[in-house]
């Protein structure tokens, strides 16, 4: 990322580039095992919700461009709750929880709607 980032913009773009990568993967819990590792993200903007589809929407970008697999870590914990039916609508939860660590959910369909435009 340091060497794009100054070939793209010199060293002001490089201490951007910087700053914004910590802010994004400071938010970032890496958890479970090995084996089947999940990524949680808590929202600081609010009010502490977990997996936030709207905040992971413009991480996406980040996670793209230094590793994907991250992106997937992140949006397996959503799949898995809305497979499992804990989340009672066809469209995406918003998040799984409102309290940063427990991604409890919404099962009884009292959780946000996420609105990506």
Do not use: C
């Not at 799984?96 to 709607?113: E, R, V």
Request: proline share 6%; charged share 10%.
């Amino acid at each position: 990322m340091s060497t794009d980032s100054l070939a793209a913009g010199g060293q002001n773009y490089l201490s951007l580039t910087s700053l914004a990568a910590r802010q994004a993967f400071g938010a970032l819990e890496f958890t479970n095992t090995p084996e089947t590792p999940y990524v949680f993200l808590k929202e600081i903007s609010s009010d502490g919700n977990i997996q936030t589809v709207d905040v992971i929407f413009p991480f996406h970008p980040i996670a793209i461009y230094l590793n994907a697999t991250i992106l997937k870590y992140m949006l397996d914990p959503l799949f898995i709750n809305q497979e499992a039916g804990y989340w009672p609508f066809m469209f995406s939860i918003h998040d799984l929880g409102s309290s940063f660590p427990n991604a409890t959910g919404h099962n009884d369909g009292n959780g946000k709607i996420a609105l990506v435009v």
